[in-house]
């Protein structure tokens, strides 16, 4: 396979209610990610956005941020997923042999509408809404309760989840504000506001506003871009059943295929040994232990028993992760701009020592249906 | 680019939009028809008029459905035998929600179960009786459905699981 590199990245500072609009975020990533890697819209060859019609209150959603995006009378497409899946789309032009540089961008303002409310309408109109009221945060916790009867997990490991990464992410400048907290105890996680039993407010990954992009070139552009390229040596994808019946809410089928599938392509065949860092979408707190174990990290249910901090066995979202802001669309993205990050060195106060191999995750749909994993290496 | 213009279109951003209007708004179709196939659940909806519950199970890997679903994804085939259900069933999981009245601003709390139908294969999205109380509610807890005072042959007919007595000494040990 040809290599494919990340040659620049942006992220605008996530915030839980911009005061400012849609196009100017979109700018400030997209122009942010060109200034970055010193190029020029002329430079730019291909535009994927990642967005969402009913999170954007519009049809179409990427036409009108065609000028914001800088795709102007360029060759422009959309993925409503999550943003790590777009980057899957740009790196499929890239392979294409067709284009020799990818802008991607992804994410969306969820201080605009009720996020939760909109997720509703992702159960099935005929045989679940009727029925009774779920929502991701109700899904999350039919599936935080499968997890712990099935395996005996405490809630209180749920909530530990909760405080290393709230912790982590008052390092991370970028990170949602009202999210960052150094001094976080498992108790006021479990004080906090219920939600959805066992799910409290501090283990749901708040949706907020954010953008984020990164350009993608094919290995000889990359190498004439920057000194410092991140390769993607393997992706894997998986997709699960989509009724919440239909599926062992305990574990992640999907994870652990997409998993194999990038590992395969990657050449690993020792995880926990070969990566060094990882970041993985957890929208709640329980999705980081199921996803650690699909991944292969840990045995099924025994998740919470590995050191997970940036100084641990293996450091699982130093940056925060989706609990350290999560804007729609966006989180997927921005956890591969945190894995590249750690890679290049650029992880300011929370950097992890001697990164040769990350794998970064996205995910979308409720339980985690689809999940996405990405290895990033670094080198020339 | 240079620094010059660099610095610029940055400056722009941060110097310019210090202040934002919110345009209130709303974006809603008045209505949408979801369609779907009754032939193929007809026979699902007939007997739920006699109160009686089918599954439908996939011929080629045996799974039953419980409610009926058009496709087996794993086989990749219309599954298309009907088997007979008993009224009983058990939690699969279940969350509680705290639902507000927006006039009163009284908190209701509902538990919103998964229910494993006996002899099928899946899970169910379903309401316990209101006359359970939330915190009895437990994990493989033996529930029966509720049915309508008069069925239409809708998924409606199932009003709700009202909680049957748990005879398993195990999972009595659970519950405390």
Same mark, same amino acid.
């Given at each position: 396979?040809?290599?494919?590199?990340?040659?620049?990245?942006?992220?605008?500072?996530?915030?839980?209610?911009?005061?400012?609009?849609?196009?100017?975020?979109?700018?400030?990533?997209?122009?942010?990610?060109?200034?970055?890697?010193?190029?020029?819209? /002329?430079?730019?060859?291909?535009?994927?956005?990642?967005?969402?019609?009913?999170?954007?209150?519009?049809?179409? #959603?990427?036409?009108?941020? *065609?000028?914001?995006?800088?795709?102007?009378?360029?060759?422009?497409?959309?993925?409503?997923?999550?943003?790590?899946?777009?980057?899957?789309?740009?790196?499929?032009?890239?392979?294409?042999?067709?284009?020799?540089?990818?802008?991607?961008?992804?994410?969306?303002?969820?201080?605009?509408?009720?996020?939760?409310?909109?997720?509703?309408?992702?159960?099935?109109?005929?045989?679940?809404?009727?029925?009774?009221?779920?929502?991701?945060? +109700?899904?999350?916790?039919?599936?935080?309760?499968?997890?712990?009867? /099935?395996?005996? *997990? #405490?809630?209180?490991?749920?909530?530990?989840? @909760?405080?290393?990464?709230?912790?982590?992410? #008052?390092?991370?400048?970028?990170?949602?504000?009202?999210?960052?907290?150094?001094?976080?105890? *498992?108790?006021?996680?479990?004080?906090?506001?219920?939600?959805?039993?066992?799910?409290?407010?501090?283990? *749901?990954?708040?949706?907020?506003?954010?953008?984020?992009?990164?350009?993608?070139?094919?290995? /000889?552009?990359?190498?004439?871009?920057?000194?410092?390229?991140?390769?993607?040596?393997? @992706?894997?994808?998986?997709?699960?059943?989509?009724?919440?019946?239909?599926?062992?809410? #305990?574990?992640?089928?999907?994870?652990?295929?997409?998993?194999?599938?990038?590992?395969?392509?990657?050449?690993?065949?020792?995880?926990? /040994?070969?990566?060094?860092?990882?970041?993985?979408?957890?929208?709640?707190?329980?999705?980081?232990?199921?996803?650690?174990?699909?991944?292969?990290?840990?045995?099924?249910?025994?998740?919470?028993?590995?050191?997970?901090?940036?100084?641990?066995?293996?450091?699982?979202?130093?940056?925060?992760?989706?609990?350290?802001?999560?804007?729609?669309?966006?989180?997927?993205?921005?956890?591969?701009?945190?894995?590249?990050?750690?890679? +290049?060195?650029?992880?300011?106060?929370?950097?992890?020592?001697?990164?040769?191999k990350a794998l970064a995750t996205g995910q979308i749909g409720m339980c985690a249906q689809n999940n996405i994993v990405y290895i990033l290496e670094g080198g020339n | 680019m240079s620094k010059r213009t660099q610095r610029k279109s940055m400056g722009y951003i941060k110097k310019d939009y210090i202040r934002t209007r919110t345009m209130p708004g709303s974006w809603y179709l008045s209505s949408y028809r979801f369609k779907f196939n009754i032939t193929h659940f007809k026979p699902f909806q007939d007997k739920l008029k006699e109160r009686k519950l089918v599954g439908l199970q996939c011929s080629s890997c045996n799974r039953v459905f419980f409610p009926p679903r058009l496709i087996c994804g794993k086989c990749f085939v219309k599954p298309d035998r009907w088997v007979d259900l008993r009224e009983t069933g058990r939690v699969a999981t279940f969350t509680i929600t705290y639902l507000k009245d927006l006039e009163t601003g009284e908190v209701s709390e509902r538990p919103v179960v998964l229910v494993q139908q006996d002899g099928s294969d899946t899970t169910y999205t379903a309401q316990l009786s209101p006359?359970?109380?939330?915190?009895? $509610?437990?994990?493989?807890?033996?529930?029966?459905?509720?049915?309508?005072?008069?069925? $239409?042959?809708?998924?409606?007919?199932?009003?709700?699981?009202?909680?049957?007595?748990?005879?398993?000494?195990?999972?009595?040990?659970?519950?405390?």
């Amino acid at each position: 396979m040809q290599k494919v590199g990340i040659v620049g990245f942006y992220q605008v500072k996530l915030l839980s209610d911009a005061n400012y609009g849609r196009y100017e975020m979109i700018f400030e990533a997209v122009r942010g990610a060109l200034d970055k890697a010193g190029l020029k819209k /002329k430079d730019i060859t291909t535009v994927i956005s990642c967005t969402n019609d009913y999170y954007d209150g519009r049809t179409i #959603s990427n036409a009108f941020a *065609v000028e914001a995006g800088g795709a102007y009378l360029a060759d422009e497409s959309k993925v409503e997923m999550d943003g790590a899946h777009a980057l899957l789309y740009g790196m499929m032009r890239i392979l294409s042999g067709n284009h020799k540089l990818a802008v991607i961008w992804a994410g969306s303002m969820a201080s605009c509408f009720p996020y939760h409310s909109a997720r509703l309408f992702e159960t099935d109109p005929i045989w679940e809404r009727p029925s009774a009221y779920v929502n991701d945060i +109700t899904a999350a916790g039919f599936q935080m309760r499968a997890y712990m009867e /099935k395996y005996g *997990v #405490s809630v209180e490991e749920m909530a530990k989840v @909760v405080v290393k990464n709230r912790r982590n992410a #008052s390092k991370n400048l970028l990170a949602l504000e009202e999210a960052q907290n150094p001094n976080l105890t *498992v108790k006021d996680v479990l004080d906090s506001e219920i939600y959805a039993d066992p799910v409290t407010e501090l283990m *749901v990954a708040q949706p907020c506003d954010g953008i984020a992009a990164i350009l993608l070139a094919p290995e /000889k552009q990359a190498l004439k871009i920057t000194d410092k390229p991140v390769w993607i040596t393997g @992706v894997g994808y998986n997709q699960d059943a989509y009724y919440l019946g239909d599926k062992d809410l #305990s574990e992640s089928k999907s994870m652990r295929l997409a998993a194999k599938m990038a590992y395969e392509a990657a050449g690993i065949t020792d995880p926990i /040994k070969e990566i060094n860092v990882a970041e993985i979408f957890e929208a709640y707190a329980h999705e980081e232990l199921i996803l650690k174990e699909a991944l292969g990290f840990a045995e099924k249910g025994k998740g919470a028993f590995l050191n997970s901090e940036i100084d641990g066995e293996l450091p699982i979202n130093p940056s925060g992760g989706a609990l350290g802001g999560n804007p729609p669309c966006g989180t997927g993205l921005i956890r591969i701009i945190e894995a590249t990050k750690q890679i +290049t060195g650029e992880a300011n106060g929370y950097q992890v020592e001697g990164v040769k191999k990350a794998l970064a995750t996205g995910q979308i749909g409720m339980c985690a249906q689809n999940n996405i994993v990405y290895i990033l290496e670094g080198g020339n | 680019m240079s620094k010059r213009t660099q610095r610029k279109s940055m400056g722009y951003i941060k110097k310019d939009y210090i202040r934002t209007r919110t345009m209130p708004g709303s974006w809603y179709l008045s209505s949408y028809r979801f369609k779907f196939n009754i032939t193929h659940f007809k026979p699902f909806q007939d007997k739920l008029k006699e109160r009686k519950l089918v599954g439908l199970q996939c011929s080629s890997c045996n799974r039953v459905f419980f409610p009926p679903r058009l496709i087996c994804g794993k086989c990749f085939v219309k599954p298309d035998r009907w088997v007979d259900l008993r009224e009983t069933g058990r939690v699969a999981t279940f969350t509680i929600t705290y639902l507000k009245d927006l006039e009163t601003g009284e908190v209701s709390e509902r538990p919103v179960v998964l229910v494993q139908q006996d002899g099928s294969d899946t899970t169910y999205t379903a309401q316990l009786s209101p006359d359970v109380d939330y915190k009895d $509610t437990y994990i493989g807890m033996p529930v029966k459905v509720h049915w309508a005072e008069e069925p $239409t042959g809708g998924l409606m007919d199932i009003q709700f699981y009202d909680l049957v007595e748990d005879n398993s000494k195990d999972l009595e040990l659970r519950k405390d």
